[in-house]
């Protein structure tokens, strides 16, 4: 059962727009939520998290908002640029999970020219 | 943030060996997590290794086939033991420091 989903495999978005990552999950008593960017042969690195208590976090060009009702949350980039390609994953942390987290598949982004 | 060393990059492994991976923090760190990537796959938790402590393992996952390691507070290793072209992934390290987590570079190992 997956708790945390990013139901978009890929995503491509042109140089200079708005990109809109999705991601679901199931489990209520998730607290934390993060973002992370992996590039091929690198560990991922973090971008930006959102605490369960907030719907909003901005960093730079980087947005995270967060829908508790619905169970959403979304990464907004803006401007888009070419070294944003790459597989961008969320990750959710519960209450009482001893800080592990729970990984939805990725999305991977294609910024175009 | 911490970082991480962490060591093969890469491997191609005879089916029934066993190889090992090391991971070195430049500072002291409680919590230690190893995780797997399957191709196209999320990452999924082996376990967490905390220095002192036996490492806790997730489901699916057993102490004979991914022993781990954790002599300080600065160093792990996970063995993938008996390997098969099953175990064939991405195998990473990662730390949890300050409110945040980070990871090492990973090792993709490819069992033939």
């Known amino acids: 059962d997956q708790q945390v989903k990013q139901n978009s495999p890929s995503l491509s978005v042109q140089e200079g727009r708005i990109s809109i990552l999705n991601c679901d999950y199931t489990n209520s008593m998730f607290d934390y939520f993060l973002w992370y960017k992996k590039y091929p042969a690198e560990g991922p690195t973090f971008l930006i998290s959102i605490s369960s208590i907030k719907d909003k976090n901005e960093d730079g060009r980087f947005t995270v908002f967060l829908n508790k009702s619905a169970k959403h949350l979304s990464l907004h980039i803006v401007p888009s640029q070419p070294g944003d390609s790459a597989v961008y994953f969320c990750a959710a942390r519960g209450l009482d999970s001893n800080y592990q987290l729970i990984w939805g598949a990725g999305t991977k982004l294609i910024i175009k020219p | 943030s911490a970082v991480i060393s962490q060591k093969p990059s890469r491997d191609i492994c005879q089916r029934g060996t066993s190889l090992t991976i090391q991971c070195q923090v430049d500072?002291?760190?409680?919590?230690m997590f190893w995780y797997r990537q399957q191709p196209g796959q999320s990452l999924t938790l082996i376990a967490t290794?905390?220095?002192?402590?036996?490492?806790?393992?997730e489901s699916g996952f057993v102490i004979d086939k991914f022993p781990i390691s954790r002599p300080n507070l600065t160093f792990s290793t996970l063995t993938v033991s008996n390997m098969s072209p099953e175990d064939s992934s991405i195998y990473l390290c990662?730390?949890?420091?300050?409110?945040?987590?980070?990871f090492g570079s990973g090792t993709r190992l490819t069992v033939v």
């Open positions: 500072s002291q760190v409680t919590m």
């Open positions: 990662s730390v949890h420091q300050g409110g945040g987590y980070t």
């Open positions: 290794a905390n220095q002192g402590s036996e490492a806790t393992y």
